[in-house]
């Protein structure tokens, strides 16, 4: 069946440092990717989504690009700031239905 | 972007109650929205597909007469946890799809439920 793989968390960083964070996918057919993020105490947001091979999303400087040939979405920003602290889901949606299949989450924890 | 919300944020109930959570779409019309549910620190697990004017649909696992559904309306979905236990406290997260092919599905803030 289909499935999402995200890395292990928690992931520790410096305010500006470089953020990659794996995502591998499992899928029949040719999914849509997703990069959701849940601040504390919240609901998901859309991040950003690539709908076909060498897509590439981005929003808010972090961006991702999706890759058939490795079957991955991995999520990445230049310069996180401590406000990017947050967990990070990555998420597969393999039909028109709208149902999402997201990998376990990461989290992403900022120092200033 | 379109707004989904969810209602209660946050509930206690005693065990054997039944609670029930609200999740509208605000400025569009959902025929299909989406139940999930969320343990800590773990991932979200898709609940039931919840259809407007018919029955949801549930994954594997998930029992419907504990679990019940109800979209009644367009912009309206209730999930009821009825005689709840404590292992069904949890974090339930609902969204909301707008129509049409590889559109963005919206999430409510979530409901926390803990059941004592």
């Known amino acids: 069946g289909n499935s999402v793989t995200q890395m292990e968390g928690p992931v520790t960083l410096s305010e500006e440092a470089f953020l990659t964070i794996n995502c591998t996918y499992t899928?029949?057919?040719?999914?849509?990717l997703f990069w959701y993020v849940q601040y504390p105490g919240e609901g998901l947001q859309l991040l950003l989504k690539?709908?076909?091979?060498?897509d590439k999303g981005s929003n808010k400087g972090f961006e991702a690009t999706y890759r058939k040939e490795t079957t991955s979405f991995h999520l990445e920003k230049g310069s996180v700031q401590v406000s990017d602290s947050a967990v990070y889901f990555c998420a597969l949606s393999s039909s028109n239905t709208g149902k999402l299949i997201f990998g376990q989450g990461t989290t992403l924890q900022v120092k200033p | 972007g379109a707004v989904v919300s969810q209602h209660p944020s946050w509930v206690i109930c005693k065990s054997g109650t039944s609670v029930k959570i609200e999740c509208r779409s605000l400025?569009?019309?959902?025929?299909?929205m989406f139940w999930y549910r969320q343990f800590p620190k773990q991932s979200l697990m898709l609940m039931a597909t919840?259809?407007?004017?018919?029955?949801?649909?549930?994954e594997q696992g998930v029992e419907k007469d504990k679990f019940l559904i109800n979209h009644a309306s367009l912009t309206l979905s209730t999930l009821t946890v009825t005689s709840a236990h404590p292992e069904d406290s949890s974090f339930y997260i609902c969204?909301?799809?707008?129509?049409?092919?590889?559109?963005?599905?919206?999430f409510g803030q979530g409901t926390r439920l803990t059941v004592v």
């Open positions: 899928a029949t057919g040719y999914p849509s």
């Open positions: 690539a709908t076909k091979a060498d």
């Open positions: 400025d569009f019309q959902a025929t299909t």
């Open positions: 969204s909301a799809k707008l129509q049409g092919a590889n559109t963005e599905a919206f």
């Open positions: 919840s259809n407007e004017g018919s029955k949801a649909t549930y």
